[in-house]
């Protein structure tokens, strides 16, 4: 049976999926391969806009009347839009944003979709995780790398969620993966008994148990790794000070407990952080403006604080979200479940600018935005320009690559 087939629960959310070895060393993650790019110190950071953000009020056609036939009222107003060229512009809520854009370290990619897109958020979450538009997969694309990449089997760190559950994109068959909510009250469940847990581990270690299991003494291996864990990442990051003024938001907190990770040198090569929600059904300003707001304010502290420790060029983080949102509002104000939306790449690494072009306003399909850069390509791109890995054996396919990144 797969270890991966088990799940520890926690007090602030603890999963743990993968791996064989004694789990808590700390180890810097093994070299990239041979004639590939990417620093073996280099991390990644996903964040999750989970709901579906809308695209068309994220990077803004102000230049283009349709927009504002298609959006009487949810169209941002042109003189509000922090302009990036005579066509395009931010929504006003990411102007903390354009600093890092114009110091080039944003790269921003238009039109990002797939085939035949499904606008459900089960499966559209399911298939940006896994990379699978076209089937059904038990691990996602950042946990096959982390099984490609053999990384230390030892350090539990390799990769964390920085949420209460473990995503399916760091579910892999080897890895190790804990998903940690907070660090106050991280820990197991089990950790509140110690006379319990420790009569757990008597009983499988002499073999005492009243009936022959398999998987038995998988679980309790599970357990005690993610008990030693919880006791030993407080002590790993205390030592860091953070140099940033993070937004007093759920996603700040997270941003700011994965500067303290990244700059603690643990070995950590993804970390995975949510945003949301953005299913803007009704009064979708309000709601996605303090989204917007809450990431760009995030990201400006994040780089600051990396940059004050010599880190924000080992950082690259990408955003992607289950699907955008259709082009034409709807009666209360909102936008239904739609296709293409933009991306972003933000790293001291990254070449900044606009990639791709922006989805047609006047050759739809069905009310939605006709897409013009796979998902896979940004993803192709990441894989290989920046964990140096192949893609091939991460994703499946041939997609080509974008210049975004150094």
Request: glycine share 10%.
């Amino acid at each position: 049976m797969k270890r991966s087939n088990f799940l520890i629960g926690a007090v602030s959310g603890l999963a743990v999926v993968g791996s064989t070895g004694s789990l808590f060393a700390q180890a810097l993650a093994q070299a990239p391969l041979p004639g590939l790019p990417g620093g073996a110190d280099r991390v990644l950071v996903i964040v999750n806009f989970q709901g579906g953000n809308d695209g068309l009020n994220t990077i803004v056609p102000f230049a283009n009347p349709a927009y504002y036939r298609y959006r009487p009222t949810l169209g941002v107003a042109a003189g509000d839009v922090v302009r990036l060229n005579d066509q395009i512009g931010l929504n006003p809520a990411l102007t903390p944003l354009k600093a890092l854009y114009d110091s080039g370290k944003v790269a921003i990619v238009q039109g990002v979709g797939y085939p035949d897109p499904v606008l459900s958020h089960f499966r559209g979450t399911e298939i940006w995780q896994t990379a699978a538009p076209d089937k059904y997969l038990s691990t996602g694309w950042l946990g096959r790398y982390l099984d490609d990449a053999n990384l230390p089997a030892e350090n539990l760190f390799n990769a964390v969620a920085l949420s209460d559950v473990l995503p399916e994109v760091l579910v892999s068959e080897k890895v190790d993966v804990p998903a940690i909510q907070q660090l106050q009250g991280y820990g197991l469940t089990s950790d509140r008994n110690v006379a319990n847990r420790a009569a757990f581990h008597e009983f499988v270690q002499d073999n005492r148990v009243p009936f022959n299991s398999p998987y038995l003494a998988h679980v309790a291996e599970i357990e005690d790794h993610a008990q030693r864990g919880a006791q030993e990442l407080p002590t790993l990051v205390a030592g860091y000070k953070t140099d940033a003024n993070y937004p007093a938001t759920p996603f700040g907190r997270s941003l700011a407990l994965a500067a303290q990770i990244i700059g603690s040198k643990l070995g950590t090569r993804v970390l995975y952080v949510t945003l949301g929600s953005f299913d803007t059904h009704t009064t979708q300003k309000a709601t996605q403006d303090r989204l917007l707001a809450d990431f760009a304010n995030g990201m400006t502290a994040f780089y600051a604080d990396l940059a004050a420790h010599g880190n924000d060029g080992r950082v690259l983080t990408m955003t992607f979200s289950e699907f955008g949102r259709r082009v034409g509002e709807n009666a209360s104000r909102g936008t239904d479940h739609g296709t293409a939306a933009p991306a972003f790449l933000i790293g001291g690494n990254v070449k900044g600018g606009l990639y791709g072009s922006h989805p047609s306003l006047d050759d739809l399909d069905n009310g939605n935005l006709k897409y013009n850069t796979d998902f896979r390509s940004i993803y192709a791109t990441v894989i290989e320009r920046w964990l140096g890995r192949a893609p091939s054996g991460i994703i499946a396919g041939s997609f080509p690559t974008i210049g975004a990144l150094a």
